[in-house]
């Protein structure tokens, strides 16, 4: 499964992409989302992989579980995948920040052959770089050591891939990530 992602610039990625960037700096943790994504998880192994996200990141993924169910998706696998997608943006230690975010979206689009080299294993400085462009992977193999199903390894490690996929859950993945803000 090739793991590179739609990068083009027209009206509504680019508003999608301002609205998430406004909704990482204003947003304000709730103590309700955190019990929920406990709750729906009922998993102390996978909750800690998320738990070590940013509180923007775990609102993230519950909206993304959310819109999912709001359109009527009730696959387990699919709702845990949304649950767990972007766990590989922290390993423990570093975190995926803002600028990260920003750096990889405009790295990708205007200098892919640099953005290949500096988001290669990292020094320090470099980390949240390596991670935000190689979460997929990272997160799907974490989730899979924390005992996720096949189905869901795949949907995680795909979610990053450009849609159509041919694969109906993959395809509601990838589009609900792409535009769940809360």
């Not at 819109?67 to 949304?82: I, V």
């Not at 988001?119 to 400085?125: E, Y």
Request: aromatic share 4%.
């Amino acid at each position: 499964m090739a793991a590179t992602r739609r990068y083009q610039l027209d009206s509504s990625s680019a508003l999608t992409r301002v609205g998430q960037f406004v909704s990482t700096l204003t947003h304000r943790h709730t103590e309700e989302i955190d019990e929920r994504i406990r709750a729906l998880l009922n998993d102390d192994a996978q909750w800690q992989l998320v738990a070590r996200l940013s509180a923007f990141d775990r609102a993230h993924h519950l909206s993304v579980h959310d819109l999912l169910e709001s359109r009527g998706f009730n696959d387990p696998d699919l709702l845990r995948a949304a649950l767990l997608h972007d766990v590989g943006k922290s390993d423990g230690v570093h975190h995926v920040r803002l600028w990260h975010r920003v750096g990889r979206v405009i790295g990708r689009r205007s200098t892919p052959a640099i953005w290949g080299s500096i988001s290669r294993r990292p020094a320090t400085l470099r980390t949240g770089l390596y991670l935000a462009e190689h979460h997929a992977r990272l997160g799907a193999d974490a989730a899979r050591a924390s005992g996720v199903s096949a189905r869901c390894y795949e949907l995680i490690l795909g979610h990053e891939v450009s849609p159509p996929t041919g694969d109906r859950l993959l395809d509601a993945l990838i589009e609900a990530d792409g535009t769940a803000i809360r």
